[in-house]
């Protein structure tokens, strides 16, 4: 019938494809130093690790989306919460076997945000410079904001568009 399933993160096309932004932050950029990304399946994380030339990778999710820091604790993929305001995006129940086999064996550091630091990323992001995203997108802000960001020049990639914009209260 011509119709192809392409999985959104577990998939190593899918991965390749998203490794391109750290490929292009890179040729922008090529001091930057770390890259910071959220994570919900896995897949544009790993594709930054696979894409970032050796770079340090933030993986930052939401502390009640957590699918990669649970399976980094596990030692394999694992049943994580879904329970967030950037669960739209970010709310994998599980991280990708794919994603995970790249992740779990790089320079990746996971880190967890709080529903409040989320929120409060998001506001400065309109607030002060008039960038509309969405939640999931302010999560790895919220990371740098938090100081769990290092390196003299690092990227905080926004990314996601699953909600209809509305300021952030």
Do not use: K
């Not at 390749?16 to 959220?38: K, S």
Request: charged share 15%; glycine share 12%.
């Amino acid at each position: 019938d011509g119709v192809r399933y392409v999985h959104a993160y577990d998939q190593p096309a899918v991965i390749a494809g998203q490794g391109t932004v750290a490929a292009e932050i890179i040729a922008d950029e090529p001091g930057v130093d770390t890259i910071a990304v959220a994570v919900g399946g896995g897949g544009l994380a790993a594709g930054t690790v696979l894409g970032g030339g050796g770079r340090p990778v933030i993986a930052v999710e939401p502390e009640h989306c957590d699918s990669l820091h649970a399976a980094l604790a596990a030692g394999v993929p694992v049943p994580a919460d879904v329970d967030s305001i950037a669960a739209s995006a970010l709310g994998a129940s599980m991280v990708g076997v794919l994603p995970f086999a790249v992740l779990s064996s790089a320079d990746v550091r996971s880190v967890l945000v709080s529903e409040a630091e989320i929120v409060a990323a998001w506001q400065r992001l309109w607030e002060e410079f008039r960038l509309v995203v969405e939640p999931a997108a302010a999560v790895p802000f919220a990371a740098w904001l938090a100081g769990a960001v290092p390196g003299e020049l690092p990227c905080v990639v926004l990314c996601g568009a699953n909600v209809p914009w509305q300021p952030p209260r």
